[in-house]
Nanobody, 118 residues
Framework: QVQLVESGGGLVQPGGSLRLSCAASGSIFNSRAMGWYRQAPGNQRELVAR???????NYGDSVKGRFTISRDNAKNTVYLQMNNLRADDTAVYYCNAGPRLDVPGVYWGQGTQVTVSS
């Protein structure tokens, strides 16, 4: 069974940091690009970052220079390090898996809430 399980969300003050994790079942992780998307109330789901099996990376324009995506193949886990968080980063963050770096795949996690507020 395909599974993506996110963790690490929470409440943080503006300028703070959080690290999200997504643990994937092995059959997904080893053969696919992994990524993070987010959706704020009233907004469409948008790309945060994606990383391929060979570590090619795409970032959404709004997070470049602040967020870093990485993967640990030994742990079947993808991470999103979020620094210098802003109020407009508040959203539900979803892990995603698929074959391509440039578009989301069909597998999604359940989402984890990130709230940036003072």
């Amino acid at each position: 069974q395909v599974q993506l399980v996110e963790s690490g969300g929470g409440l943080v003050q503006p300028g703070g940091s959080l690290r999200l994790s997504c643990a994937a079942s092995g059959s997904i992780f080893n053969s696919r690009a992994m990524g993070w998307y987010r959706q704020a109330p009233g907004n469409q789901r948008e790309l945060v970052a994606r990383i391929s099996r060979d570590d090619s990376i795409n970032y959404g324009d709004s997070v470049k220079g602040r967020f870093t995506i990485s993967r640990d193949n030994a742990k079947n886990t993808v991470y999103l390090q979020m620094n210098n968080l802003r109020a407009d980063d508040t959203a539900v963050y979803y892990c995603n898996a698929g074959p391509r770096l440039d578009v989301p795949g069909v597998y999604w996690g359940q989402g984890t809430q990130v709230t940036v507020s003072s």
